[in-house]
């Protein structure tokens, strides 16, 4: 049966050039976060991804970004093939927490909380 995770990413923080084709404060640099739960398990993952200002676009200045302006830069820029991927490993983080694929156990024969 499926888990039931509720998935969430954060963009924080964001690393900019101070000035950049013709432009202040220019992103170049994502620090992403994902996190995932369902009950009391969590999983996630976190890494950066390298976005760039392409000159015939529209330049957004960095006091008025959004979410989802930088959601879809990451999007663009990581590929949704990549973030399925980092999904699935936060998923399966929380399904090995719930079915554990490894135990470790105490031997038998030692006395309880010797391990």
């Known amino acids: 049966m499926a ?9 924080n923080p964001l690393e900019s050039y101070p000035t950049a084709s013709e432009h202040t404060d220019v992103v170049f640099l994502v620090h992403w976060q994902l996190y995932g739960s369902t ?16 000159t015939g676009s529209t330049f957004i200045p960095f006091n008025e970004l959004t979410y989802n302006t930088v959601y879809n830069w990451i ?10 991927q980092i999904t699935a490993s936060v998923y399966q983080s929380i399904e090995n927490q719930i079915n554990p694929p490894v135990l470790t156990q105490q031997a038998p024969w030692l006395p309880t909380g010797s391990l």
């Open 3 to 11: 888990l039931d995770v509720t998935y969430t990413w954060n963009f």
């Open 39 to 54: 009950g009391s398990y969590q999983g996630s993952s976190i890494g950066t991804q390298r976005v760039t200002y392409d």
């Open 75 to 84: 999007t663009a820029s990581m590929g949704i093939k990549t973030m399925n």
